[in-house]
């Protein structure tokens, strides 16, 4: 399913919001572990923050494996929902 370069592409996609979420940057391993799903409902709960309308469209992830399993969703939702609402990557941000 995911290998060890799509793990860290996806760290690197959540660091990218580390900042904005308040969240820890995670190392850039292979490891798909529990400081991923907490990055994730981090940055959910900071863009809910700023619109009930933005929560993912999927259940948030408890475990690493509920990760793999959403996997398209999730990194469909980081890069438009979430890269939108926390204004990463745009002028003046």
Do not use: C, S
């Not at 490891?31 to 709960?45: N, S």
């Not at 980081?78 to 926390?86: D, I, P, S």
Request: charged fraction near 25%.
């Amino acid at each position: 399913m995911a290998g060890t370069q799509v793990i860290r592409d996806l760290k690197i996609e959540l660091n990218q919001f580390a900042l904005y979420a308040d969240f820890p940057r995670l190392d850039l391993d292979d490891r798909l572990g529990p400081d991923v799903v907490e990055a994730l409902r981090t940055i959910h709960a900071k863009v809910v923050a700023k619109g009930a309308d933005l929560a993912a469209p999927f259940k948030l992830p408890v475990e690493p494996d509920d990760v793999l399993l959403q996997w398209d969703a999730i990194v469909t939702w980081l890069h438009t929902t979430v890269r939108e609402a926390l204004t990463v990557g745009q002028a003046g941000a």
